[in-house]
């Protein structure tokens, strides 16, 4: 018997090209035991989603939530939070307790990213220089730290106090780390102002350094300088798409900036 049927809905699995269809799903030991346009057999539960779609749980890539229940996020379908963008996370030897304190709880699950000012913040504090050997070594171990306690990337906010202060060579040797981990690099860009397009280049420079995917946060043409231009933001992400590289891009539904 099933713990859940939920019948006449609209089914929208997500996969790139298929459209919806009607059907419906069933559940057992809380996970998926069943999907077709009809199941046979009895449910402990049957919830009928008529006029309403049914789908897998959102991924919300780009948040600043902390490691609470988030059941906001629930409550709209997000199943699963990225958090420590823009370069600032939970520190890398703190990382591993966070994760195991939360495993189990209620809640959307949690993805970390361990953060580049943070882990410069760490090593040398916030002083406008380039590392020293030593500081250098000592981020690129918290970065390797926060990977293997579970981090599924690496993010900079290079916009803001330390991150502004480092250069791509010194982004791009951090990133590596989290690549050679299967990790991904997503940022908050040095310029989402006149600089966009420099910006996009410097990303993909860091993470062709890194030999990893990259992931632009928040995508914009941000000011009245630059309106219009996205345009030729897009151009360029998609022109580097078609070249081979690993490039994605988020945006926030709402119009600040």
């Known amino acids: 018997m099933y713990d859940v049927k939920i019948v006449n809905g609209t089914m929208i699995s997500g996969a790139e090209g298929e459209q919806p269809w009607p059907g419906c799903v069933a559940v057992k030991d809380r996970r998926i035991a069943a999907l ?23 991924i919300d890539i780009h948040t600043h939530c902390g490691i609470g229940p988030n059941l906001n996020y629930l409550q709209a379908g997000v ?17 591993a307790g966070t994760v195991a304190r939360v495993a189990g709880r209620s809640g959307p699950n949690i993805a970390h ?45 290079l916009t803001y106090m330390p991150g502004n202060y480092a250069d791509a060579a010194e982004v791009g040797r951090l990133a590596k780390v989290a690549g050679e981990a299967g990790g991904f690099y997503a940022t908050h860009m040095r310029d989402e102002r006149d600089g966009v397009l420099d910006s996009i280049a410097e990303t993909l420079n860091i993470a062709e350094a890194g030999g990893l995917p990259a992931h632009i946060s928040h995508l914009k043409a941000a000011g009245f300088s630059v309106w219009g231009r996205s345009r030729e933001v897009l151009d360029m992400l998609h022109a580097a798409r078609a070249r081979g590289r690993d490039v994605t891009w988020d945006q926030y539904p709402y119009t600040a900036s």
């Open 36 to 58: 077709g346009r009809d199941i046979s057999g009895p449910a402990r539960q049957t919830l009928d989603a008529a006029g309403q779609a049914v789908c897998p749980g959102f």
């Open 113 to 157: 990213l361990i953060g580049h000012n943070t882990v410069r913040l760490e090593a040398m504090g916030n002083v406008a220089r380039a590392p020293t050997s030593a500081e250098l070594d000592d981020m690129t171990r918290q970065v390797a730290t926060a990977m293997a306690a579970g981090a599924v990337g690496f993010s900079s906010g």
């Open 79 to 95: 199943t699963t939070v990225v958090i420590g963008n823009c370069g600032m996370s939970v520190k890398a030897d703190e990382l």
